[in-house]
C-alpha cells in the first residue's frame, strides 16, 4: 500500500486531493447577501463545500461561474435552519446531479444540464436556459422544474406525489423513450415547441409502467408511442387552468408568449389504474 | 381457495381436552375454527391452515395438534408434492406463485460444514467472565494508513477519518420495512437496537416522522429503486444509508406492496397516495454501471454532508467478488452481501429458490477479492441471509464478515413460526401484517425485550467462543480463516471458502 495508490490502481475521483475549503477563499467573492463564485478547476465537493459554506455566511443570493462539469450542485444545502432558501445562479454546464435531493432552494442555469436533474428533488426549483440529459425528475416529490429545450431518456421516472406535494416538470422540446415511465405521481408538461408541423414526439414507451400523475403533452404522438399502462383524453376546464397556470410561469422564464403556446392541441395522459400489477400473483 | 389440492397441514383436535373456549377461533387469522353453538362443538377448516402454530399454543388445554398433512401422492422425488400443488395452482390461477420468507430447499449449508478451533495447551484461553473482551465494531471505510503527531506529550491523528458507526456487537437487524412489518414490529427492532447499541434498518419504505428524533441514531436508512419516503430530513436523520440493489430471496427484481396494504400511516411513511401499489422497479434508474452507482453514493454523501457511511446492498450473485470490489471502488463505505437464504416478505418463489448462491461462499470470495486488491480496509463487510445463530456470526466473521445483518432471526424471536405467508398480510403473530386486529399482539415493549435479549445471549456465547480460542477481542477474529476448518466439504468448497480442511 503506499499514498500514490499506484500499486493498486484505485483513484478516489471524488476526494483524492480534495482541498480544504479555506484554500478556496480566492474562489469566492462576497457582498452582503450576494455572493459569487468562480468554479474554475473546482473539484465537485470543493464547489460544493464552497456553497455550503458561503450560504452558512448568510449569503442567499449566489451566482457561479465557469461551471464545468461539477455535480450536485444544491444537494450539501440541506440547512433546515436557514432563515430563506437559497438563488443559485450557474453558468454553463452544471454537471449531473444537479440539484439532487434539493431541499426548497432555487436553481436557475444559464447553459445546459447533463444527467439526474432534480433527482428525488424535494422541494424549490429548477430553471434551465437550455437543454438536459437523462433521468430528469426521477422520484421527484416536489418543486417545480422548467427546462426551456429538449431532455433525454427516462425523463420524469418514477415521479411521486403526496397530499399537498405535487410536483411539476415543464419540458419545452421534446423527450425521449420511457418518458414518464413507472410515474406515480406529479405534473408533467411536456410542450414540444422545437417540433416541425406534423413532427411527432420522439419518444417511445412513453407512460409504461405508470400508476399515478398526469403528463399533458402538446402536440403530436401516435398511440404506439404510449405504454399500455396509459390512457389518452381530453383536458377538461380544471386541467386548461393547471396547463395555463405552468405554461404562463414557463413563458415567463424563458420569454415565449403563452397565449401562442397554448392555441395548440393537448393531450391528457393519465394511468389506467393505479395498481397496473395487481392481477399477476396466485397467493 | 384452491380446488383440487391436498390441505397442507392436518388438524387434530382431542376432544376430551378441549373446553370450548374459542381461543383457536379468535387467534386464527384464516378462519380456520369455528365454534357451532347448537352442536356445542368446535369445527376446523383445514385446508386454509398454514401451520404457525398460533393456536396449538396459544390453546389452554392442549388440545391441539397441527402437523404437516400426511397424505402423500405416489413418492416421487422429482415430482414432489410441492411441485405438484404448485402447478395445479398455476393450472388454476395463471399467476406467479408467491411466497414469503428465505430460501426453504436444500442447498447444502455450509455453516454446517465449518468447525470452530479452541485454545488448548499452546496458548491459554480466556475466560469472558473475568477478562475483558471486545465485541465493539465500526461500521465504514478505514484509512489506508495511520499517521499519528506527537506533540508535547499530547497524540493527534493525523490522517483524515471517514466517519463510521459503533456499534456494541457485530450483530444489525437487516432491512424490514414498514408496511412489510407491522408498525409494532419495527418499533421492537427500533427500540432495541437503541438499547442494545446496534442497529436496525428501515428497508425502504420510510421511518415515521415520530420516530425519527428518538431512533434516527440507531437506523440505516435505505435508499431503494422506488425511492420511498427518501428526502433530506430523512437521509439526515439516520446514522448510516444503504443502497438496496437486490436482496438474498429476489436478487434482481423489485417489490410491489399491494395497494391494499398502503394504509394511511404507511401511505405517510411512504410519502405515497393511500391505496396505491408501491412499486419497486427491478433497477434503480439512475444506476446502470458503477460510474452510475458512483454517482449515487456520493449524491447521498453530499446530501448529508459527507456525515454518514453508505452501504451498498447486493445479493450474492455469481460474480458477486467483481461487484463488490466495484462497489467499494465506486466509494461505498459498507458492502452489504445478502446471500440465497435471505428471507423476504414477498418474493416469486421459483426466484427465492433458485436465484443466487449461499452466503458463505460469497462472503469468502468477496472478503479474498478485497484483500488481494488491496481494498479491503476501504469498506466493512456486512453479511445477511441465513446467520440462526451465534456459531453462524462467529464463522461469517471468520470469513471475512465485520458484521452480520440478522432478519429471520429476528422475527423468530419476535414470534414469527416461518410459516412462509407474509405476503397474505395475515400474521397471526402481529408481524406481517397491518391488521391492528393482528398487530397489537405485539406489544414493543416486551418484543423490543425479547429481542434484547436475542442480542445479548448471542454476544455473550460469541465471547465464550473467542475466549475459548485465545482471541480477546472480535476484530482479530476478522477474516482469520485459520480458526475455521471445513468438514465434509469438496477441495473446490475449501478453495472458495479459503479454509483447511479438519485435521490438516
Ligand atoms: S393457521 Fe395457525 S392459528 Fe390457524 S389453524 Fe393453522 S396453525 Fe392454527
Ligand atoms: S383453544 Fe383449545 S380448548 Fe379452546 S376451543 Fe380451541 S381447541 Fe378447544
Redesign the interface.
Known sequence: MNNLNVKFGLRNMFLDGVRPVNELVQHVNTNGSNAYIDALGLKHKELNDLLRETALKGATSITVQNVFGQRYIGTRLYLPNLAKKMEIKIAPYPGNDLGAFLNGHRLIVYGNAQDGVGNTMDDGEIIIHGRAGDIVAMSMRGGKIFIRDNVGYRAAIHMKEYTGKVPALVIGGTAQDFFGEYMAGGRVILLGLNLSKNERHKAHYIGTGMHGGVIYLRGRVEEYQLGKEVGIRALDSQDWETVGQYVSEFSGHFGFDPAEILQEKFQKLLPVTSRPYGKIYAY | MYSYLLPEFAIERNEDRCIHCRVCERQCATDVHYYDAEMDKMFFREEACVGCQRCAVFCPTNALFIWPHPAEYRPNSSWNREKLQDLK??A???????TGSGNDKPYRIYWDHLVLNASQVTNPSIDPLREPMELKTFLGRKP??LEIEFNKGEVKIKSELYSNVSITTPIVFSAMSYGAISYQAYKSLAMAAKKFGTLFNTGEGGLPLNMRKEYGCSAIVQ?A???FG????Y??AACAIEIKIGQGAKPGIGG?L??EKVSENI?VTR???Q???A?S?APQ??IYSIEDL??LI??LK?????EKPVSVKIAAVHNVAAIASGIV?A?ADIVAIDGLRGGTGAAPKAIRDNVGIPLELALAAVDKRLRE???RN?CSILAAGGIRCSADVMKAIALGADAVYIGTAALVAMGCTLCQKC??GKCTWGICTQDPYLSKRLNPEITSQRLTNLLRGWSYEIKEMLGGMGINAIESLRGNREHLRGVGLAEWELDVLGVKGAGE
Do not use: F, W
Not at chain 2, 453530499?302 to 459527507?306: G, I, L, R
Open positions: 395452482k398455476q388454476e390461477t395463471g399467476g406467479v406463485i408467491l489506508d494508513n435508499c429503486s422506488g425511492r427518501v428526502d433530506p430530513e437521509l439526515n410491489h399491494p395497494g401511505a410519502m405515497i397516495p391505496g396505491t401499489d412499486l422497479p434508474h439512475d458512483s454517482m456520493y449524491a453530499e446530501a448529508t454532508n459527507y471502488r466509494g486488491e488491496g481494498i476501504k405476503y397474505t
